[in-house]
């Protein structure tokens, strides 16, 4: 039996989902880094590894400024008790502009790990940025979606 039962890893992904709804309406990224211990490990397979929660807050704060409120929608989830940990099929949305009900997106899982207390000690993202990032954000951008800030890809080139 691991350390964690079922019912504290989902008060803990509830409380994650929180959080980050929070963010999403406020638009500030903030408060994302105060979901995990201070020597969190967070790996984005785009981006980098980050280690440490200022690493996290300053890093999603940077990332998350073009597009404060893109919505992470979970299409699914599996929780493996035995090392704590969860992981969720989701996608990275931002809706349409104009058209209420259309969205622009594609598809991410994310593993967390759970350290107690609320907060996880690893995050790790897995998607491709690269290859499915340029048409949602593209498709968002030729509707009229205007960033808050210059979008900056993972290779440092604007779009």
Known sequence: ?????????QGALSH???V?????ESGDWTAFADLFTEDVVYTEHAYG??????AVRS????????FPTMRFPQD?????EENGAIVL??????????????EFGFANWTRLVYAGDGLFSS??????????APAAIGGWLEAGGKPAKEIVTHDERAL
Do not use: Q
Not at 1 to 9: A, D, K, N, S, V
Not at 20 to 24: E, L, P, R, S
Not at 89 to 102: E, F, K, S
């Open 16 to 18: 994650y989902n929180s």
């Open 20 to 24: 980050v709804a929070t963010c999403v």
């Open 49 to 54: 590894v980050f280690t440490g929660r200022e």
């Open 76 to 80: 699914w989830v599996a929780y493996d």
């Open 89 to 102: 099929g989701l996608r990275n949305v931002l809706p349409h502009p104009t058209d209420a009900g259309v």
């Open 123 to 132: 995050e790790e993202d897995c998607y491709n940025p690269a290859r499915d």
């Open 59 to 66: 890093w999603i704060k940077e990332v998350m400024a073009p």
């Open 1 to 9: 039996m691991g350390r964690f039962t079922r019912e504290e890893l």
